[in-house]
């Protein structure tokens, strides 16, 4: 395990010179853009290749359609554009694609009575793709589960030359239970009516790890995601057994908080953490995304 396998994830906030703390998940903050220097300067030295951003929208420019997703100068595209300019190609970046951050029912797509539609949920998914490959980012991040979104993406990028942009498909995103702190964090919890079950895989099914797989490779994915990390390691193995292709592993904000309150209550020696994130290199995972990234990240380096 090295720091170079790990991809840290920030949260975003707007405002000036704002830190802020996230209840459920101790140890980690919001951020406003000006702090993004910083970080990414800690990121940089410590050996991580790259971060993941994901914005906490204010209430009042969300709407039933996640318009605001395609704001040129929405949080993200601002991030984008100040961490490029500033770090140019020294700090990877990838963004989600998906729309709940953006919705005020926090669904990852559009509703029609009360169920996410797909196609039309796509339209708007591959323009906001379009924009964060436009504003510079590196790797585009489908984590909206629809179907066909990987190869609509990946030709509309293509159309408009932004063929070097890549795809990580969260291909394999079940309906976890493990999600409530990130809800928090980026404030969709409250929001969120019902569950993602209709969209996001059941947690009982592994044959459907391989379908959706095969359908995202096919379309064009250069990478794919498994998440959550954790309780779905034997997925991970399977998937890097059967398609060879990089597999990423994602420790959700549940499995960060459980940990890291374990260890702050004393039960548990902080060493779970290491313990944790090497069971997914075992596994076959190509890079793991943590909350626990820059930590872990300067302890590696250091020893
Ligand atoms: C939503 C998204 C989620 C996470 C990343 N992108 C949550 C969800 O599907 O509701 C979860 C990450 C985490 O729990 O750390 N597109």
């Not at 702190?181 to 996001?200: I, M, T």
């Not at 944790?276 to 872990?296: E, N, P």
Request: glycine share 6%; hydrophobic share 40%.
């Amino acid at each position: 395990l090295s720091s170079s396998d790990l991809i840290y994830p920030i949260f975003l906030i707007e405002g000036k010179n704002k830190k802020q703390t996230i209840k459920s998940m101790p140890g980690v903050y919001r951020y406003s853009i000006d702090q993004l220097g910083m970080i990414i300067n800690k990121v940089i030295k410590h050996k991580i290749p790259m971060v993941a951003l994901f914005p906490s929208t204010p209430n009042n420019k969300k709407d039933k359609f996640g318009s605001e997703s395609l704001n040129e100068n929405n949080l993200v595209c601002k991030a984008i554009k100040f961490i490029k300019k500033r770090f140019k190609n020294n700090i990877g970046i990838m963004t989600d694609v998906a729309l709940d951050p953006y919705t005020i029912h926090g669904h990852d797509g559009i509703l029609k009575n009360d169920y996410v539609i797909n196609d039309e949920s796509v339209d708007v998914l591959i323009k906001q793709a379009l924009i964060q490959a436009q504003m510079g980012c590196d790797v585009i991040a489908p984590s909206d589960m629809m179907d066909g979104r990987v190869g609509k993406i990946r030709k509309y990028l293509d159309k408009n030359k932004y063929h070097d942009a890549q795809i990580l498909s969260y291909a394999v995103k079940y309906a976890s239970n493990f999600y409530g702190p990130f809800r928090d964090a980026v404030g969709s919890k409250k929001s969120l009516k019902s569950d993602k079950k209709s969209y996001q895989m059941d947690f009982a099914n592994s044959n459907e790890s391989l379908r959706e797989v095969a359908l995202d490779i096919k379309e064009g994915a250069d990478m794919v995601m498994v998440k959550p990390g954790l309780p779905y390691l034997d997925i991970i193995q399977k998937i890097k057994e059967r398609f060879k292709i990089p597999v990423l592993a994602y420790q959700v904000s549940g499995e960060y908080s459980l940990i890291k309150n374990g260890i702050n209550n004393g039960f548990i020696n902080d060493e779970a953490i290491i313990e944790s994130l090497m069971s997914f290199k075992r596994a076959g995972a190509s890079a793991i995304v943590s909350y626990f990234a820059l930590d872990i990240a300067k302890k590696l380096n250091f020893n």
